[in-house]
């Protein structure tokens, strides 16, 4: 039994999502829970573009010889689903396609940085006993983003990344973020003079971005030292989302290069940058944290048109048509229950504006807007623009 605040409790509910035993760990969306997660998409889609990032899609499968070179064959196996008689894996990040793309690119340094990102599907083994909901899941979509750039770029590209995060985050109602800084493991590549210098890089860019990181020695990746983003939610629990990462290796393993300005061919840094991580675990933090009433730019619906009476189906029926050309996710509720008990249905689905028209309504071509306990009547066109503007992304 789930408690009542658990989101896989509040996906039932509201017809979001569900899981089966023939698919641990992976999430059959329904139509409700899918629009929410496309709205969520939509925004990291717009965050990532603000942020000069050109979206690219890399294939979902790739061959043996590409995770030996990214090292994930050697430390990562266990956890990808290998098909194939082992010659073919379902990627478990999207660094290698980025990395491929940019080799057959070799950039001019006027080019830099590059910056490309994913809304990658991705697969990871985990073992069944850790999944948990969409917190841990064996199939999600992570935010992955990668930026290629010389060295006197990397301190701006990181101070940049940081704000822009913190400003991602503030939108979605995370003002408090932590922020950890993990430097140099005891097993790493690169020298200790590559290391000083990334270390000393990643601190300072923090730092100029305002933000106190607390320092976790021997946390970093073996190929670079990262910087680390948690929200801490209302229920006292820390999520880890955000990250950023130097390396020091993977463009040297797959051999990408850029034209310096000299015509020589020189090595790009790369940093791994993640803003949510998964969005499937993001939209599960937030459907706890609103006790499953999403804002109204993430809601399934935003606004349900319902009519007093079957007489008033057919401007009820236009006033839904306008709401759609508007851009809005709007349901029209058309059930043979009474006015009450479908205002009542609509606010148990969280959807946050309720459009009540009848005949007064009609005569006068205006509405009745409820919101929470709230309620006024408004001429049609006005209303329309209130809760398009009220169901506004936040950013
Ligand atoms: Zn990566």
Redesign the pocket.
Known sequence: MLADNDHREIGRRLDLFHFQEEAAGMVFWHPRGYRTLRALEALIRRHAEADGFAEVRTPQLLRQPIWETSGHWQHFKQNMFVLEDDALAAKP???PGHLEILRRRAPSYRDLPLRYSELGLVHRNEPSGTLHGLFRLRQFTQD?G?VFCEEHQLEAEVARFCASLIRLYAALGFEHVEVSFASRPDERAGSEQVWDRAEELLQQAARRAGLTALHVPKGGAFYGPKLEFALPDRLGRRWQCGTIQLDLVLPERFDVQFVAASGERLRPLML?RATLGSLERFLGIVLEQHDGRLPAWLAPEQVAVVPVESAHHDYAREVESLLRRAGLRSALDLRDETLSRRIALSHEQGIPYVLVVGGREHAARTVSVREGDQQRVMPLTDAVLRVAEACAPPL
């Open positions: 990040v999207s660094c992955d990668h791994h």
